[in-house]
């Protein structure tokens, strides 16, 4: 992987719509790495360097989140709370990507400082073009904090 | 002439007088003889001579001849007067002179004789008159003796006549002589009807009267009689004096009704005051000026049992009550002082030795001139009085209590505030040792309250656990009350005193009466804690009730919270591997299974359409309403914009009314006009041109279209979700959208409803909830 794409962290636990999600990278022909955590322990333990990440070099931070919020054990919301409480990441993009349209999730999300608020459409090819626009923007057109530029 | 003569002859005479009037006849025959002289010639004899015998007859034959002698003389001398002499005398004249004389002389004699005669004869005419009038003398003595009894008798009776008193009298056959003018009138007969008639048969009712037997006792006895007596024919009392007179009876009397009624009623009004004391008073005494009793009082002595000696002077304090005796005697002192009166209230020693309330009061008698003669006094027997007023504090009291009671119920917390203020109060009242509340509770758990003499204000609280257990003080004398109580309870009030006659008929009453005040109290508290329990459970149920409501609202929000995040997921799974499983197989699959595959896809997107859908009728019921001022044109003139913008190819004629305007949430509004529009929109799609209308009607807007409309038999499910009265394929919906608009009309309190006809369009009606 080219680290000047740097990496997006997907936070997803519907195992479909991981590999939809990355099929949808893939024919977008993003370059960027593209790490899965399917709960919101898993999501924290890579951006802290803890749990199975232990040990990570916390330093590198994804380029993007991709926060799903139904997610179990810890909800999306809280991960963005926990990201937004820590000086690591506290800079870095989050995108709420999710299939809620509720309006009381868009607050809280913006409440808690998401960059972005962006609904999974059913449909396959508008899902495959929400992703491909999200990747390039993400990761190309969108200048993020230097940290994801060292090395 | 003839009184003159006998004046003449009768006259006694001096001799000087005879001697002058002889003089004076000489003189005047003189004269006058001279004077006529020429009227008589020669016959001047008849003048003089007439003197002569004039001056004879008064002064006798003297007197006669010394006229006589002084006429001759005149004769002589007067033919030589200067005055009357016309000639000297004549020889002639002597003779004539002689003659005269001898005549003269004559004459003289027989006027003296005549003289003498005449004398003589009166002095027989005196002496027979003399006589005569001795006799008339003694005759006038006596009419002048009748004279003055007859006015002597006249003034006796002009007296009887002016007199106040009736009189009559009556001679000695009872017949009336005389009746004065008072007796007319009281007896009412004239006297002329009355004088010689019998009293007796003038007034028969006399007769066998003790007026009768009075007359006729003065006749006999000579004596006055006097008397008073009541005569019934004139319905009057007479006072009559009868004096016995020479052959008679003398009878004075008058009316003296008036004096005798008004004593009679001056006796009644003494008698009717002497009643009327004695009947306020039961005792009546008299003591002096300086208030000694002297004077007996048998009403004193009846009451109190002490003799007259025991009374006199201040004995009679001996007989009040040692505890008043100091009282009665100040105020006593004090009213002597003031000489006011005197009232104050104490007991009396009866012979019996009990002693009586009494009011005493006295007041003094009074001289004319101010000082006091007496005092007098009475004692009231007033034993009713305090007892009534005794009764009257006992109401009282019991009025208080039963008040107080009631307050307590009022504001009694507890069962035993109830009971410390019945049973200090029914203890306190009735005046008994103790006073005990005994309530056994539907479980068989028994409370006793006590309030007893010890300790008045306190109540003791006892739970004893069968009623044989910690039993009850024993009094001599007890009273008890059963209590009615409802919910299986039941109360008994019971008092103890160790005197007997404590519980007499006020006191069960009173007793009785806040019994009956317990049992309204202990039912009252009874229902009270019932209420409090039901009230509580009430609020309970409300809360647990709200509580559920609160959790299915959660739970409604979670499943939409869900539905929103984990129904659509697998759509997109389905549509998306579909996706991949058409690109990878595409060359081997039939048309068929592509188009299969493309039908899988298409419900899978339906289906995410229905969610959206659902999810935002859902939303609709979940978000608060806000009213604002809304321009309806507007909002529905923007939907149709988004609608020509989405399809710009359709035909379609919208015709607004301008001005529209409604208090309303204008996103919700928005929704329905979205929704109706959108309808309209979609139902004209199979016309070349269609038209909608949107306007007012009413008060109710509308939305017109002259598409595809509907049969009426459907208009109740139009409203219901998801329920369609089109071919999806032809009009492609969830049936969702006039279940949305329904709600948002709702919502505002309006209504909705709808004409429509098959081919022929269909109109929407919709109200606001307010007036236009």
Redesign the interface.
Known sequence: MNPRYGTILLVED?A??VD?SL?AFERAGLSAQVVVARDGVEALDYLFGTGSHAGRDVREQPRVVLLD??LPKVSGQEVLQRMRADARTREVPVVVL???????DLRESYRNFANSYVR??????E?IEVTRQLGVYWTTLNRAMAQGEVV | MRDAVAQLLSTPRSGSARFAVALLASLVSTGLSALVEPWVGGHFFVVPLAGVVLSALYGGVGAGLMTTVLNIAGFVLLPYSPVAGTRPPLEEDFGRALIFLLVAVLLSGIGAALRDSYRRNEQARLEAEHARSEVELTSAARWAADEARRVADTRVIDVLERMSDASFTLDADWRFLYVNREGERVMGFARESLVGRRLWDVFPKLVGSPFEDAYRRAVETQQPVEFVEFYPPFQAFFEVRAFPVRDGLSVFFRDVTEQRRAQQALQESEARFRSLVLAIAQVVWTTNAEGFTKEDSATWRAFTGQTHEQMTGHGWLQAVHPDDREQAASVWKEALARRGLYEVEYRLRRPDGTYTPVLARAAPVVNADGSVHEWMGTNTDITARKQAEAQLRRYAERLEALHAIDRAILQAVSMEDVARTALCFLRRLIGCEEASLLITGPGEEISRWTVSAEDPEAVRPEHPRSAGDAPPREFPHGLELPLTLGGGRQAALRLGSTREGTFDELAAQMAQEVAAQVAIALEQGRMRRELELHAGGLEEQVATRTAELQEANAQLEAFSYSVSHDLRAPLRGIDGFLRLVEEDVAGALSERGRGYLGRVRAAAGRMGQLIDDLLKLSRLSRTPLERGDVDVSAVAASVVDELRAREPTRGVEVSLEPGLRARADSRLLRVAFENLLGNAWKFTGRRKTGHIQVGRLDGAFFVRDDGAGFDMAYRDKLFAPFQRLHDAAEYPGTGIGLATVQRIVRRHGGRLWTEAAVDQGATFYFTLGESP
């Open positions: 519907n479909d719509d939809l099929i919020l139904n999710t299939s809620s349209l509720e309006e009381r999974k459409p059913v449909s396959f090819e899902f």
